[in-house]
């Protein structure tokens, strides 16, 4: 018996040495993490993650996770204090940074449940999310997390960590910070919210697209109430207090500013995103910020478009809406609108989507005519066709609305009509692969396939890309990349990056002067004759001499037009690629122009200087040939000298017996 003591005994000391071995690590391990800590410097809380962005007056117009204003706790509302303690975090004034009883009750109840309906995050772990890290959901993430919120909880007190939560936020439509969203949706400091206000903005950074009052006010009073009553179960407030606050009659005033809110964050979503794809900023500075971003937005131009996608737009329809403004001597993005409402949806239609680009596709294919000898007369044969290429496959596509002259038609006038028949005509004659080498030259980088529907727009094009590559038209033969970011500093005006506005010469300056003079004719009533001009419809709107071209497929609408000021881009279709009504064409085309008629009026109609190799001829719109006394309708159209069409010229008379 006693020699069974002394084993028992015997194992129960090496247990113990072996489990004071390990406090003993574990105490070193944990002291040395202090000490690594508390010797490092101090996470820099009030410049983090503080991404400024300027507009192109070099006025301030977001600041993402970093208040535009910081104010100190004692300037808080102790009703904002007391509900965000409550909703977010119990223990916040107890635990070290992490709460280990909410962990373990939110496993049990994730586990039991099946699901992750429970979160364990605390508010030091929320702010060191916020303030330094993406929200990828990885081990390496996590880790990271940790890390960071130690740093937090040991270089700063708990009033510092809250007073840092509360100013970095965010409230929803870009709104950073309790003071911000306190004068946007009350017009009051926060230092002034009652309970009720506090609650409605405590329950909105769960999900601002979602508990925003003044994205669904239903669901946020639902929050609200949810909050307040966990306030009184927790005996914070009194019932009397509680029902004050549930009956409390609250006032949005941010809804006199939600408009112009609504559309701009696609700009500084587009901003970011092309921030990350500069390769020499420093990694350092995308996870942590502390950086001025001077952008391209033109704030006048960003208020014109959205109040023409305002105007325009039905909103009894699902319809979706894009739209870049762009100055083509530069590539620089003005303007743009990434949908309806960003409180909706933040798909970014302009900067991520690609669509099918329909007709708008064929001033490529027609400056590559143009290159080729083609001129504003060449003509062919518009009826109906069936195409035989590669194996013996057919093709046979057909103009919009079955509209055919069954006579030749002028390059001009195939512009005109948007003519299908004479657009793949010149594809087959020129080689399917002359398109494709176009657009690569435009800087175009969606695939391409040499096929017979290429230049009706059959492939899906970024509409960043497609406006870029009308811009080498529009600014008379540069390369120029659409861009919305113009310089990126530090916080010490240390310049990291600045876009070089270098200009490529890829085209020709007189065949681009022809093909943009060629692109009025859309909307010239100079050649109504079988059919009329695509945007004859919006002509009375026209006061500008510009150049337009729309694209159409079943699903898609574009318009995109241009003069050597001002370039814009309008898309409209369904996210879920429905088919688009007949009616629902009008859309793009009054967007486009009365966005360009708008952002011009006042400046002065100026066009491009002809060239000194260009003539101009007066000629028969639709035939191409020089125009007579019995021509009804007549229009100078342009040509490289020497090019110009002559009543004894073959050259219709060969096309047509080709074809």
């Known amino acids: 018996m006693k020699i069974f003591r002394k084993k028992k005994h015997r194992k129960f000391k090496k247990i113990l040495k072996i489990f004071t071995f390990f406090l003993f690590f574990i105490i070193v391990g944990i002291s040395g993490i202090v000490l690594y800590i508390k010797m490092s410097p101090k996470l820099e809380i009030k410049s983090a993650n503080a991404f400024l962005m300027y507009d192109s007056s070099n006025e301030l117009f977001f600041q993402g996770s970093g208040s535009q204003e910081w104010v100190s706790l004692d300037h808080i509302s ?67 997390e940790m890390w960071l919120t130690l740093k937090l909880e040991l270089g700063y007190n708990k009033d510092e960590i ?43 950074p769960k999900s601002p697209a979602y508990y925003s009052p003044l994205v669904n006010y239903e669901l946020a009073k639902k929050r609200q109430i949810n909050i307040l009553y966990g306030l009184y179960q927790n005996k914070k407030i009194t019932e009397e207090e509680y029902n004050q606050a549930i009956n409390q009659e609250l006032t949005i005033v941010g809804e006199k500013n939600y408009q112009d809110l609504s559309t701009i964050m696609y700009y500084q979503d587009a901003v970011m995103k092309e921030l990350k794809q500069l390769d020499v900023i420093p990694d350092s ?153 176009i657009s690569r030259r435009l800087g175009i980088t969606a695939q391409l396939e040499e096929v017979p529907s290429l230049p009706l727009g059959t492939a899906s094009i970024n509409m960043i890309e497609i406006a870029s590559s009308y811009a080498a038209f ?113 859309y793009s085309r009054n967007i486009w122009v009365e966005t360009m008629e708008n952002y011009l009026d006042g400046h002065e109609d100026t066009w491009y200087k002809q060239p000194n190799n260009v003539v101009g001829m007066l000629v028969n719109p639709i035939t191409g040939r020089p125009a007579t006394e019995s021509d009804q309708n007549k229009r100078i159209m342009y040509y490289i000298r020497g090019t110009e069409p002559s009543d004894s010229d073959p050259v219709f008379d060969e096309i047509l017996e080709n074809n």
Do not use: C
């Open 78 to 144: 102790n009703n904002v204090i007391l509900a965000t303690i409550n909703t977010e975090d119990q223990h916040f004034y107890q635990h070290f940074g992490f709460d280990p009883l909410r962990i373990m009750k939110a496993l049990y109840v994730n586990i039991t449940s099946g699901s992750t309906k429970e979160g364990a995050s605390t508010i030091s772990q929320q702010y060191a999310k916020n303030l330094f890290l993406d929200f990828d959901k990885t081990w390496e993430r996590k880790i990271e």
């Open 162 to 204: 809250l007073e840092g939560y509360l100013n970095t936020i965010n409230y929803g439509h870009g709104m950073y910070g309790i003071q911000n969203a306190s004068q946007f949706y009350f017009d009051k400091d926060a230092s002034d919210l009652t309970l009720a206000e506090a609650a409605m903005l405590v329950g909105i």
């Open 285 to 437: 500075y995308l996870k942590t910020g502390g950086i001025r971003i001077y952008t391209n937005l033109d704030k006048n131009a960003q208020k014109i478009l959205e109040d023409s996608v305002s105007k325009n737009m039905d909103t009894d329809k699902d319809l979706q809406v894009a739209s870049v403004m762009m100055d083509p001597q530069t590539g620089k993005i003005i303007a743009l609108v990434g949908g309806r409402d960003y409180s909706t949806s933040q798909y970014n239609r302009a900067y991520q989507s690609t669509r099918q680009v329909g007709s708008t596709m064929k001033p490529l294919l027609y400056y590559a005519a143009l290159e080729n000898g083609f001129t504003s007369s060449t003509t062919f044969m518009s009826q109906e066709t069936t195409f035989t290429f590669s194996n013996n496959k057919t093709y046979s596509p057909q103009n919009y609305g079955g509209q055919y002259g069954n006579k030749p038609i002028s390059l001009a006038t195939a512009i005109s009509y948007s003519d299908n028949i004479y657009a793949v005509k010149t594809h087959m004659f020129l080689g399917e692969d002359a398109l494709v080498d």
């Open 474 to 586: 529009a600014n008379e033969g540069y390369k120029v990349e659409g861009h919305l970011i113009s310089r990126v500093e530090d916080l010490k005006g240390n310049i990291l990056y600045e876009k070089e506005n270098k200009k490529e010469s890829i085209l020709n300056k007189s065949l681009t002067f022809i093909l943009s003079d060629l692109l009025t004719t859309t909307y010239d009533a100079s050649f109504i004759d079988y059919n009329y001009p695509t945007a004859i419809g919006i002509a009375p709107k026209i006061k500008h001499k510009l150049a337009l071209k729309s694209g159409t497929t079943d699903t898609d609408h574009w318009s995109i037009g241009y003069n050597g000021e001002i370039l814009t881009a309008v898309w409209v279709g369904y996210d879920d690629n429905r088919s688009i009504e007949a009616g629902d064409y009008k």
